[in-house]
């Protein structure tokens, strides 16, 4: 391996050889539309076979240098520029082992009943794939908006497989919408920074200087874009809306992966093509995605639809992620590289871990539909019994996305909860100030995000089955119970090995900010973590694990040994009272009740109450997002009123429109006269 | 890891199981005194972790696995805890593997386990008292994070053992973000073990209880380790009390004679400490449910107001 070529191939040959591949079975699901064994047997289980080489190459190029590939499609004369450099491999790694799990569930997910022929959907999600690929790949902005298109476009369609219902095609529409808006905006930051470069390759972008004033424009622009796609605060709303109108897989792909690209677009933009940050674009970042942790957090533990919830929890990951972007860029703008790459570390770690547990517990959701018809919470109940193997993967996603030790998700947020400790070196008295207020924020949210996932699990898989026909739900097929394994895998694996993991990041921040944490890392044995050194912090998960284990085991063992370990089946106490029903549990609004107190100006809510002496009492509460009603509706009324005035112009005569012409003409001729 | 760290490391873990328990009937004790109340006897949690092992353990028909892995998992991450907390010395060969963020997510990772526990056999009581632990948990969690962090910005480190070092060492100097941590830290111990203003361990009242309704479905030896994990807590709770704001005496190299000189001084620390508690418990009334938001709230408040100050007096 000399010049890091295998068999005469390099990384990014592999990793263009699985795009390929992914194509052309897309390819194929054409030509067998409506044959759902085809899809079901083939197509999805090789596309995740082509995920794991995919990811597998992107491994291999994380650890070689940065290569480089021209495609001749697209326009003559424009080629599509890809490169495949540390930041992008990291990204396709997940790309590639997420989409694995994700493509092997949805082999045993397609069901008859569905509205799209299984091998369309097939196609669009193949495609998918394949455009997310190719984003994380492209080196000019023109390869990178042209495929950031078929991505919107291929997962547009996917979120409206289930075509049929109203609100389906209404969620997508909204979605279809921000997406647009923030391809503009992508499209107009690359359009400042390329002008002032002077040509559209990233290598020339990056190249060039610009004033601090442009500089920061293309950085609003870029928040603005990738922000849309990645679901903060304010163009969160679409989130909620798609993910329980997408069909499952289709969630998982979005949540756990394309809200990643939208991530990794951010961090091209403002530490790789602008290299020169400004302190305020990070601390705009940090308020930024803090807002929207906290706002999704407490907005997920109100919910009581499975999916919703969920989503609202992946804007609070995603706030999280861009908390530790901000913070990086915060550390980079004041020159202190090996804290800027602490943050960033964690801040890819969290979307790392992110990218598994969210997949999986979108899954989940999905085997619980399948198996119940349901989504709404209140009418689930109890399937850790019909549903074992479903109900304990889910229950590592669970702890995952709690951020409770030893699991993936608390790694992340250790590594943060770090960063925020070191950052009273900053040469900012303002700052230093705020930033205990923001650590603060962060463990509330991390705290809420456990009542969350609680709430979720509980509700789901624990207690009586609220309806009488959960009785027979039945536990997921074997294609989707190992793609679930396949991510519970991952989850627990991030979870223990942090160090390893580290050290994959290592290149990655090393191209970003010009530091890593690897070289510290890598001083200890695997199986503890010390970013910076043994005094000042340290953590070993897989130490962890074997004395919980260990203490939990012998405890067993002695119990069982000293006492005779009788045990007797009755029926439950519950204080001794005599008629218990599956109704008199907490229901999914019960648990939501204390934070729609506590949080009360956070929501908008209408409520209305029984009367003491109602016969038939009703209990009813809705919330909304405040957004809607102040941000997004006066935004539809005043574009409905302008459509509305332009609509005077078109009388319906001939002679009228023949005015407009000559007018316009006359206008022009003045203009071009001058 | 040289044998002597395990054997020290053992000890210091079999000392947090024995004191435990007598810590809870020292504090049972006083109570009852200061109540008027003839006193059950110092030695009466043993009494009663003794006759609850001995008892059948009844489940209910609607238990899941879940629920009878629970009190073994809670129990582990509890002495997991415990082992991590320097109450003798800080040079233990586990301390590494946790620092003070670990160690609060250990003990959030006991409490999801006895919620979702509470959750699983589908009573009324049970999802309340979940839903009621969370509810505290949610809030003291991040409060107790914010004290600990208080101490880490002083002494740079979140690692418990180094913390201790660093504050034993420097001369008795008074930090104002300490003295708003050490109020916080008061206020969250009293929500996190159940005690008087937040929750009362000794009735089962429907309207108010939180930890009791987490364990009513718990019998025998499930409810044994129930109620020994969480005599440890208030052991491991105490071990940062004491490990923040009195660290002097506690051993700091791997010497037997080091060890065993910090054991009567953490004797006396403890008795001290578990009076206060019993004199806290005594002077207060129970609050309304409703207002322990609004208790913990001040407690996280208080917190952050050390950082505050912290940030804005510097060391």
Known sequence: MNDGRLAGLLAIDVILIAIAAWLALALLGLVFLRQRAMAARVLFPLGAAVGLLLGTGALWGLASGPQVAVLAIGLPGLPFHLRLDSLAAFFLALLGFASAGISLYTGGYLRADDDTPPGLFAFGYLLFLASMAMVLLAADAYAFMVMWEVMALASFFLVIANHRS?????????????????????????GVIAVKAGDYSFAAMARGHLSPFWASAAFLLALL???????????????P?????????????????????????????????????????GALLLALGLATALYGVIFSTAQTDMKRLLAYSSIENVGLIFAGAGLALL???????????????????????????KSLLFLVTGSVLHATGQRNLGH??????????VAWLAFI???????????????????????????????????????????????????LAGYAMVKFFGVVFLGQPREASLADARDARLLERAGLVWLAALSVALGLVPTLVIQAIDPVTRLLVGAGLGAAVAKQPWWLLVPTSVERASYGPAVFLVGGLAASAIAALLVHRLYHARLRRAAAWDCGHPWQTARMQDSAEGLGQPIRQIFEPFFRMRRELPDAFDASPHYRVEIEDHFWHGLYLPIARAVEFLARQAGRLQQGRIAVYLLYSFLTLLVLLLLVGR | MNPFGLLAQSFAVLLALTLAPLLKGWIDMWRAWLGNRSAPGLLQPYRVLHKLFHKESVLADTASPLFRLAPYAVFGCVLLACAIVPTLSTDLPFAPAADAIALVGLLALARVFMALAAMDIGTAFGSLGARREMLVGFLAEPALLIVLFNASLITGSTSLASIVETLAHQQFAIHPSLAFAGIAFALVSLAENARIPVDNPATHLELTMIHEALLLEYSGRHLALMEWAASLKLFAYAGIGLALFFPWGIAQAQSPAAM???????????????????????????????????FLATAFLLAVLGLLVHSLLGD
């Open chain 1, 166 to 190: 109203a609100e389906t095609r209404s969620a997508g529409f909204l979605y279809l919408l921000i997406a647009h808006l923030g391809a503009i905006a992508i499209l107009l930051c690359f």
């Open chain 1, 225 to 239: 874009g990738f922000g849309a796609k990645a679901g903060v605060l304010p163009l969160h709303v679409w989130l």
């Open chain 1, 241 to 281: 809306e798609a993910h329980p109108a997408a069909p499952t897989p289709v969630s998982a792909l979005m949540s756990g992966l394309m809200l990643k690209t939208a991530i990794y677009g951010l961090l091209r933009v403002s530490l790789d093509l602008l290299h020169q940050p400004q302190w305020w674009w």
């Open chain 1, 331 to 357: 550390f980079r703008a004041y020159g202190m590289d090996g804290l800027a790459a602490l943050a960033l570390t964690a801040a890819l770690y969290q979307a790392a871990s992110h990218a598994f547990f």
């Open chain 1, 380 to 389: 689930l109940g109890g399937l850790i019994r019909t549903m074992p193997w």
């Open chain 1, 397 to 447: 996603g669970v702890l995952a996305s709690a951020g409770l030790p030893p699991l993936s998700g608390f790694v992340g947020e250790w590594l943060l909860l770090q960063s925020f400790l070191f950052t009273p070196g900053l040469p900012n008295g303002f700052l230093n100030m705020l930033i205990p207020v923001v650590a603060a924020v962060i463990v509330l949210v991390s705290a």
């Open chain 2, 260 to 294: 065993l000189a910090a054991l009567p001084l953490l004797g006396l620390k403890l008795a001290i400490g578990g009076l206060a508690l019993a004199l806290v418990e005594t002077l207060s009334a129970k609050m309304r449910l409703f207002r322990v938001p609004e």
